[in-house]
């Protein structure tokens, strides 16, 4: 069975930094697209950030310049390094694999980012 298990959010005012990680369980990550999305109150869930199986990234343009997507096939992880936070990237952020031929989808439970201004 595939699980994912977020950590790394937190509380951190305007301008600092958090780094996100995503523990992947019951599959072999080498050869799977990635992802973080986040969900904010009241608002879709929406894509951060992508990260195929080739090394390939994908930002929103929120937060291009800023975020920083990455891999470690050797320890079934990915993460979410991201910089001078804003207010607007209050949400919750949720590891996301996709697997088999479908690109079915796996979620994790979710990690709160808050970010005082």
């Known amino acids: 069975q595939v699980q994912l298990v977020e950590s790394g959010g937190g509380l951190v005012q305007a301008g600092g930094s958090l780094r996100l990680s995503c523990t992947v369980s019951g599959i072999i990550i080498r050869l799977n697209a990635l992802g973080w999305y986040r969900q904010a109150p009241g608002k879709q869930r929406e894509l951060v950030a992508q990260i195929d199986s080739s090394g390939n990234t994908n930002y929103a343009d929120s937060v291009k310049g800023r975020f920083t997507i990455s891999r470690n096939n050797g320890k079934n992880m990915v993460y979410l390094q991201m910089n001078s936070l804003k207010p607007e990237d209050t949400a919750v952020y949720y590891c996301?694999?996709?697997?088999?031929?479908?690109?079915?989808?796996?979620w994790g439970q979710g990690t709160q980012v808050t970010v005082s201004s």
């Open positions: 996301n694999i996709l697997v088999g031929a479908l690109d079915s989808a796996y």
